[in-house]
């Protein structure tokens, strides 16, 4: 359980669901992990879960569509832990639900900011501290939604399809450079995301289940999972690779 130890992990998005339980299982693998986070009060709470099984954790308020943040957070990191060897770009949310002509241009501008522009920023200043070390891993967080069409999710869909086309595009400019970038397409994962796109009713946990193959809802701990093996030595020959996790939604 020692994978990651001497290794610097920055994982935005840390303070809640996928990030957090991903931080939690970089640490346990004795990273020191780096959250980053505009809910500060979510983002203490992961870093009090790794202190307390013994882990390294630092925070950092850094909203992702900032470029001044996600500039500053970074240095923070290898400020805090001399080098940066590992990132998992996370932070994301989704759109209100609805067809293409309900969407106004804010909402569709704030989800492309949010979840492409993001892991454009984040590798952008992340890259240059990995290649000082000769090398490193970064995963993106794209989505089922980034390799199929969905009903009344337009904007959402086409910046999870744009996250899938950034890491692909950014593999094949590092990968001779030891820089190796993938991206993770979870499906429908148990987090506050899902409650909110479910309405946070019963029936719409219902109707989200029923189109589940699998016949249950995905958990953190198995993105976590796929994000570790990713980032991993295991994974030296994976390269710009777009990993679903989706108990076969998108089969
Ligand atoms: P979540 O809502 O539980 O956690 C998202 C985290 O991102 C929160 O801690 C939030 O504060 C943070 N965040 C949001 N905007 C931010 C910003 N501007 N700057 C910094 N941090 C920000 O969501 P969940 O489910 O853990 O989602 C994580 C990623 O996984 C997202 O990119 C999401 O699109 C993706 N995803 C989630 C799925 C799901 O079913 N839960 C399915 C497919 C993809």
Redesign the pocket.
Known sequence: MTQFAGKTAFV??A?????RATAVAFAREKAAVVLA???ER?NEETARLIRDSGGRAVTVH????EEDDVRAAVRRAVEEFGRLDIAFN?????TSLGPLDALNVDDFNGVMD??VKSAFLCMKYEIPHMLENGGGAIVN?S???GVIGIKNQAAYSAAKHAVIGLTRSAALDYADRGVRINAVC????A????QRVSGGTAEGRAEMLAEEPIGRFGR?EEIASAVLWLCSDSAGFAIGHALVMDGGHTI
């Not at 303070?15 to 990030?19: D, E, P, S, T």
């Not at 850094?62 to 569509?65: E, F, G, I, M, S």
């Not at 996370?90 to 989704?94: L, T, V």
């Open positions: 935005t998005g303070a809640n669901g996928i990030g986070d505009i809910n979510g850094c909203d992702v569509r996370n932070a994301g949310r989704e949010v979840n967080t989505s089922g939604a979870p499906g429908i994962i987090t506050d995301m899902m953190p």
